[in-house]
Antibody, heavy 118, light 112 residues
Framework: QVQLVQSGAEVKKPGASVKVSCKAS????????MHWVRQAPGQGLEWMGI????????SYAQKFQGRVTMTRDTSTSTVYMELSSLRSEDTAVYYC???????????WGKGTTVTVSS | DIVMTQTPLSSPVTLGQPASISCRSS???????????LSWLQQRPGQPPRLLIY???NRFSGVPDRFSGSGAGTDFTLKISRVEAEDVGVYYC?????????FGQGTKVEIK
């Protein structure tokens, strides 16, 4: 079955970087774009950006430009999201989600909790 | 960025009764290709979001027919015809017409 398996929880200090992985299975990895969405504790959903696993092209929300890098490894069907210069406000659950016809997201990972604390 | 505004933010509902959530966008969601990329997602407690409705009114695979979406332009509605216990959670509208994709604040549906 189609699934996205994300890496485990992370605890980071302010100013550090975090790299979250999302391994896809059950479908052709390069045929579907992948999104990253985050959710701060008790808050709503925030779209961070999108990557084309085929060519590697990306588009990021302006808010994260310069701090976020999305990459992919086609040999392992894995996408990565790296966020640098972490601050406490980056404490959140980070989700990868498969694009659905450029209209929404149809498959979601279970989320990776990133805690930023000194 | 397109701002998505949902009302109400909380909706206590009696089991078996209908529920309705409104979503308004700060600008038209009609894309240059003629489609309107407004979707609804459900997030049950402790779970990732789940796609319910896409392009205003299309139910995603496996979604019960008690969920329906309607609207046009800047005003959209999600209706649950008869709320069941498993419908408890937070519902988000989301626009995918323009980058960055943006979400409404979420509407919490709970049982009275």
């Amino acid at each position: 079955q189609v699934q996205l398996v994300q890496s485990g929880a992370e605890v980071k200090k302010p100013g550090a970087s975090v790299k979250v992985s999302c391994k896809a299975s059950g479908y052709t990895f390069t045929s579907y774009y992948m999104h990253w969405v985050r959710q701060a504790p008790g808050q709503g959903l925030e779209w961070m950006g999108i990557i084309n696993p085929s060519g590697g092209s990306t588009s990021y929300a302006q808010k994260f430009q310069g701090r976020v890098t999305m990459t992919r490894d086609t040999s392992t069907s894995t996408v990565y999201m790296e966020l640098s210069s972490l601050r406490s406000e980056d404490t959140a659950v980070y989700y990868c989600a498969r694009d659905f016809s450029s209209a929404s997201m149809d498959v979601w990972g279970k989320g990776t909790t990133v805690t930023v604390s000194s | 960025d397109i701002v998505m505004t949902q009302t109400p933010l909380s909706s206590p509902v009696t089991l078996g009764q209908p529920a309705s959530i409104s979503c308004r966008s700060s600008q038209s969601l009609v894309h240059s290709d003629g489609n309107t990329y407004l979707s609804w997602l459900q997030q049950r407690p402790g779970q990732p979001p789940r796609l319910l409705i896409y392009k205003i009114s299309n139910r995603f695979s496996g979604v019960p027919d008690r969920f329906s979406g309607s609207g046009a332009g800047t005003d959209f509605t999600l209706k649950i015809s008869r709320v069941e216990a498993e419908d408890v959670g937070v519902y988000y509208c989301m626009q995918a017409t323009q980058f960055p994709w943006t979400f409404g604040q979420g509407t919490k549906v709970e049982i009275k």
